[in-house]
């Protein structure tokens, strides 16, 4: 596997620890009938690496009191891992304990040390805040805080307490065999890695910064190498375009359909096969539940067709799939020298979209653009051939997901700009001599994730937007010969 350098920026409003470890805790006068600090008087203030004390009789903290006695233990945990989480306090007398403004446990009595606990979920790296009342009235005095961890219950580190959320900072965790150093610049933390690596990246759940009177998203962005298109690429992409344009239209389908639950299947075998879509008269398809299959290309490989496909999908849960050079089952494959140019519009929910563009010596290229606004679509394209191929989307919804496969020689470029909650990337260019990847993710809410794998030509720029912790995703990058 081939190394290489992967610098990871992050552009926050503060990237900085402040605090320390351990939690604040001050003592009042009194107990009392519940855990707050009405007509309460403040006895002491400091801060505890560890909450785990047995007084006995004798003096509780350093109030200067054995009896009639509240303490408000109050900071952050942050999780190492993603799960559900046991938590659980021993006290003498009764303890109220509260995470990430859920009381996970509580029993504001009199009682000799007793120990109960209850559960919270949580995920890794994740920054919440925590408190624990516990007062003493009389008799022995005792508070302990556990969690349940390697088989057993165990006293919460001080590696998990914070007296500020931002105390951790930013966080960047990384699987691999890489090393991983650190500079600052402008304000702004680089972290270099080693590859293969898997990089997830948190921010401390409270940085936000304002622009225009609103919040900004936390932005992280990995680079491998330059990720613009280069000239040849671009130059192919302008050619594409061009061809498609002056397109001969003998063989040239429009339909303008309405409906819902209906099948359409076209199948175009000349050596120039256009159906029209959004910038032109062509095929709109308004309804739910339809199906529509277009094989384009000359099964017999006698001739170099072109092939062209625009196709506007307004509805839900219809199913698209385009097959130009064809397969799947239209045949051919293999000696069409024709180029191949798909354009895809579609606003609605639970849409399929399968767009496959294959020619085994096409030199020309393939050529594909997407847009989509809705949720929870489904996008799948293969682009293969010894040509180039572009593919560019622009996705705006929620839980969308994208598969996205380039192989063979010529130069692979694609450019995708997914926006919502819960959308997802998986990237696949390998053959080529020259693969380059630009991918944008912006999280409103849910995390996202991306799955890159390059082969042969390596280059990519990955940039995430994510509004806290709950927003960000993971990011892999897999790049080697």
């Known amino acids: 596997m081939k190394k290489f350098l992967l610098l990871l920026s992050l552009v926050c409003s503060s990237v900085f620890a402040d605090g320390t470890s351990g939690w604040n805790y001050t003592t009042y006068y009194g107990g009392g009938p519940s855990p707050s600090i009405n007509n309460r008087t403040v006895d002491t203030t400091g801060v505890t690496t560890s909450i785990n004390y047995n007084w006995g009789s004798g003096i509780v903290l350093n109030s200067g009191l054995a009896d009639g006695v509240i303490i408000h233990f109050v900071g952050y945990l942050r999780a190492p891992t993603t799960g559900t989480y046991q938590f659980g306090v021993a006290s003498d007398d009764g303890n109220q304990l509260t995470i990430n403004n859920t009381v996970v446990t509580a029993c504001w009595c ?101 622009n225009n009177g609103s919040a900004t998203l936390l932005s992280t962005t990995t680079t491998g190498g ?36 209906d099948k359409v299947t076209i199948n175009q075998q000349n050596q120039y096969n256009l159906i029209g879509g959004q910038s032109q008269t062509g095929m709109k398809l308004r309804g739910g539940n339809n199906t529509v299959t277009i094989h384009q290309g000359d099964p ?30 239209g045949n051919g494959i293999g000696t069409d020298t024709g180029y191949n140019y798909s354009s895809v519009y579609v606003n609605g929910v639970n849409n399929y979209l399968n767009i496959q563009q294959q020619s085994t010596t096409n030199t020309v290229g393939n050529y594909a653009s997407i847009n989509v606004t809705g949720n929870q679509n489904n996008i799948g394209v293969i682009q293969t051939g010894s040509g180039g191929k572009q593919f560019f989307t622009t996705v705006t919804g929620n839980q969308n997901t994208e598969t996205v496969s380039q192989t063979g020689l010529g130069q692979h470029f694609l450019d995708i700009d997914l926006s919502g909650n819960g959308n997802s990337a998986v990237v696949n260019q390998s053959g080529s001599t020259a693969n380059s990847a630009t991918i944008s993710l912006i999280n409103a809410g849910g995390p996202a994730s991306v799955n890159l794998t390059q082969t042969g030509g390596q280059s990519y720029g990955i940039t995430q937007m994510c509004v806290s912790v709950a927003g960000c995703g993971t990011v892999t990058v897999r790049q080697g010969n």
């Open 110 to 210: 009199e009682q000799g040390t007793t120990f109960r606990s209850g559960s919270i979920y949580l995920t890794a790296g994740q920054i919440v805040p925590a408190d624990i009342w516990y007062y003493e009235n009389g008799g022995g005095a005792a508070v302990q805080f556990y969690w349940y961890t390697n088989g057993s219950w165990q006293i919460v580190p001080t590696s998990m307490m914070a007296t500020s959320a931002s105390y951790w900072g930013p966080s960047i965790t990384g699987t691999g065999s890489g090393t991983i150093t650190t500079t600052t610049t402008s304000g702004s933390t680089v972290y270099t890695y080693s590859q293969p690596v898997t990089i997830t990246y948190y921010s401390d759940g409270t940085q936000t910064t304002t």
């Open 226 to 261: 330059s990720s613009g298109a280069t000239t040849n690429q671009q130059s192919s992409v302008s050619s594409a375009q061009a061809q498609q344009a002056n397109l001969p239209r003998n063989s040239h389908i429009y339909i303008d359909q309405i409906g819902s639950n």
């Open 300 to 329: 017999t490989n006698t001739a170099s067709t072109h092939n062209v496909t625009g196709v506007d999908l307004l509805g839900g849960s219809n199913t698209l799939t385009v097959n130009q050079g064809t397969d799947s089952n």
